[in-house]
């Protein structure tokens, strides 16, 4: 027969050991591994108690003990008066088989104490959590095998502790897990119901952009029709020039509220035809006169394009992008002032239409926000009163980029500010 033959004690040392491993890595909370563990230790050695030790900083706490009479449970001392703290400090095994002459055993610690020889070994070596230990009330030496078995104890109590660790960890993300499904689902109600409302309130846009079309058209209508007499006094002219004024205004500004709706559904799709961009800049100059009169205005086109600069594009949108950026530019420009539009040709296949103004400038940290829905910027610190009418710069950007084109603010030279839009020729 060859190899060694484990003898009977050897095999029930091992089964036992086994089976203590088994318990440590079920067992729910540290308690519960530090009396499996002492429990084990005694059987393991025959020792009359054994100790379950876990470092508390510069202390040992003697945490669980199982023994003929407890010695030490639930107290704490010093890591240099104790064979424990030794053994954490130096991270190995301490075999004592008289603590009456051995050095590291504080004498009168253990003087009262049935305690004549120990075993002790660390919890974790690498970083020692803590240590196991086994005691006689006779003098005794602890065999090499008895000290192995009580350091694979200690190490599958290592292990049962990290599981412990990991185990907490676990539960904590799954509780934190938990929350954020019931975040997420609180969030996808409340997006649903913003989706609701935002539905609800473009229904209701809608309904009051066609109830503003149909009395502005009617004032439209009569305006025009009063300013075709040639014998209309000057004075009723300025007049009835100022009520079409305003009711184009007002149509405009239902058609922005309708287009900006639909550009959200994606349905804002420009209808192309050939126009002369010169020819449609000086009808948007002819159309807001009146109001750049009101107030001592004056509307200058300037040149930078040949006479006939002509694109394809959707002349109804781009008129009111015109008109729009031209009234938003007499609005925030001084009175007695001037707005000035120019419409040129670019070395690269693109139109660009600028509108100058004369007022206090856009800053640079609020130029991303002007087209924004229904922004109005108040910016007391940048001298501005109010930049943006709600939906008219909004519906520029959807109407330009419809068109494949962008619209942009740039610094203006002299003050001011300078609106950019470009055209794909």
Known sequence: MSGPVLSFRENHSAERLLCALQELWRAPDLQSIARIAARAARELTGADGASFVLRDGELCHYVQEDAISSLWQGRRFPMSSCLSGWVMQHRSPAVVDDIALDP???SEVYRPTFVRSMAMVPVHARAPLGAIGCYWGSARVAT????????ALADGTAVAMENIVLRECVEKAQARMSELDAATRDLAERCGALADSQRQ???LNELLAHD???PAAGILLTARVRLRDQDLPERERRRWSRVLCSA???QRTAMNLLDTSSRRLGTLVPRLEEIDLTALLEEVAE????FAASRGQRIELRPGAPRSCRLRADGGLLRRVLQNLVDNALRHGPALGAVYVEARRLDAPWVEVVVRDEGPGIPVHLRDHIFDRYARLDGQDAGLSSVGRGLGLTF???????HGGRIEVRDNEGGGSCFCVLLPA
Request: aromatic residues 0%.
């Open 201 to 203: 309130n473009d229904a």
């Open 396 to 402: 520029c950007k959807l109407a330009v980029e419809a």
């Open 104 to 106: 590291r055993i504080p």
């Open 212 to 214: 503003l079309r149909s």
């Open 287 to 290: 159309i807001l006169e009146p």
């Open 144 to 151: 090499a095998h008895e000290v192995a078995l009580l350091q």
């Open 248 to 250: 184009e205004l007002i």
